[in-house]
């Protein structure tokens, strides 16, 4: 079954005024998993679709949804896919990819049927992010053997980690959809410090492989005027242009980052040194 729903985007100056429960209303997407289900939330920000899909035993189909007013969900879109549970397969108009845990496929514009299902008893989760496409680029998978990695963070700072740059324009040929997944090291917390806002894009953040009973804090907001959500495992936030996007949490984790906009240089960020922080 497919559940969908919308998020409008955000006025910082409206945002200044929400409480606990507007603030993770507007923001926070809190299931995405669910057995034998696909899961999408439709968001103004860039048109920018973020989902869970969970095959259990049976093969779950990417259909269209009402607010694409498209015969197929990627008549005019792309799609990216990273796996976060057990190994599983998507079939592309019945070419066969089998992805593993933290191994990403690309999905270019125009394909008609793309299916999901698990191979193992430890069901497959995956993990999608979609972005509006004007040009096809071919389906590729992506696996950390041909990622582009990045080691960064001190111990001393609690911020080590490893990036792994999987959908993005050095690997992949996409549109405008990058992603990739990071990996903070055990006795490391933060992610994305120094934080940084880039008005070209918007973000998707997704945390997982944290322990139960743990919780991470997602900043957000402007930089002189910040908000928080916690999180639990396996929830996804959405992260407007404007707003600053780090976190930290009770133990270490791994989270996915996704991102559409004007732009596919990853670099192109704008610096808020921790101690400007508000």
């Given at each position: 079954?497919?559940?969908?729903?919308f998020?409008?985007?955000?006025?910082?100056?409206?945002?200044?005024?929400y409480?606990?429960?507007?603030?993770?209303?507007?923001?926070?997407?809190?299931?995405?998993?669910?057995?034998?289900?696909?899961?999408?939330?439709?968001?103004?920000?860039?048109?920018?679709?973020?989902?869970?899909?969970?095959?259990?035993?049976?093969?779950?189909?990417?259909?269209?949804?009402?607010?694409?007013?498209?015969?197929?969900?990627?008549?005019?879109?792309?799609?990216?896919?990273?796996?976060?549970?057990?190994?599983?397969q998507?079939?592309?108009?019945?070419?066969?990819?089998?992805?593993?845990?933290?191994?990403?496929?690309?999905?270019?514009?125009?394909?008609?049927?793309?299916?999901?299902?698990?191979?193992?008893?430890?069901?497959?989760l995956?993990?999608?992010?979609?972005?509006?496409?004007?040009?096809?680029?071919?389906?590729?998978?992506?696996?950390?053997?041909?990622?582009?990695?990045?080691?960064?963070?001190?111990?001393?700072?609690?911020?080590?980690?490893?990036?792994?740059?999987?959908?993005?324009?050095?690997?992949?040929?996409?549109?405008?959809?990058?992603?990739?997944?990071t990996?903070?090291?055990?006795?490391?917390?933060?992610?994305?410090?120094p934080?940084?806002?880039?008005?070209?894009?918007m973000e998707?953040?997704?945390?997982?492989?944290?322990?139960?009973?743990?919780?991470?804090?997602?900043?957000?907001?402007?930089?002189?005027?910040?908000?928080?959500?916690?999180?639990?495992?396996?929830?996804?936030?959405?992260?407007?242009?404007?707003?600053?996007?780090?976190?930290?949490?009770?133990?270490?984790?791994?989270?996915?980052?996704?991102?559409?906009?004007?732009?596919?240089?990853?670099?192109?960020?704008?610096?808020?040194?921790?101690?400007?922080?508000?």
């Amino acid at each position: 079954m497919i559940h969908f729903s919308f998020r409008y985007a955000t006025n910082p100056s409206d945002v200044v005024g929400y409480d606990t429960q507007k603030i993770r209303e507007n923001f926070l997407i809190d299931q995405l998993f669910t057995p034998e289900d696909i899961h999408l939330v439709y968001s103004m920000y860039d048109r920018y679709i973020v989902g869970g899909i969970m095959p259990v035993k049976e093969k779950l189909k990417l259909e269209t949804i009402p607010y694409l007013k498209s015969e197929n969900f990627l008549d005019r879109r792309e799609l990216g896919i990273i796996n976060v549970g057990g190994k599983g397969q998507v079939s592309v108009d019945g070419e066969i990819f089998e992805l593993s845990k933290k191994e990403a496929l690309y999905v270019g514009s125009g394909a008609k049927e793309v299916f999901f299902s698990s191979m193992e008893e430890n069901s497959a989760l995956f993990y999608i992010n979609s972005a509006p496409a004007h040009s096809h680029f071919p389906n590729k998978k992506v696996t950390k053997e041909n990622a582009e990695i990045v080691h960064l963070g001190e111990d001393k700072y609690a911020n080590k980690r490893i990036i792994n740059k999987l959908i993005v324009n050095s690997v992949v040929e996409t549109c405008q959809l990058q992603m990739g997944l990071t990996e903070l090291l055990p006795g490391n917390i933060w992610n994305t410090m120094p934080a940084h806002t880039h008005n070209r894009r918007m973000e998707a953040y997704f945390y997982f492989d944290l322990e139960e009973g743990q919780t991470i804090c997602h900043f957000m907001g402007e930089p002189q005027n910040t908000r928080h959500i916690f999180m639990q495992n396996h929830q996804a936030v959405l992260s407007p242009e404007w707003s600053i996007h780090s976190g930290a949490g009770t133990a270490n984790y791994s989270f996915i980052w996704g991102m559409a906009g004007e732009n596919l240089d990853y670099s192109d960020m704008d610096i808020c040194p921790p101690n400007e922080l508000r």
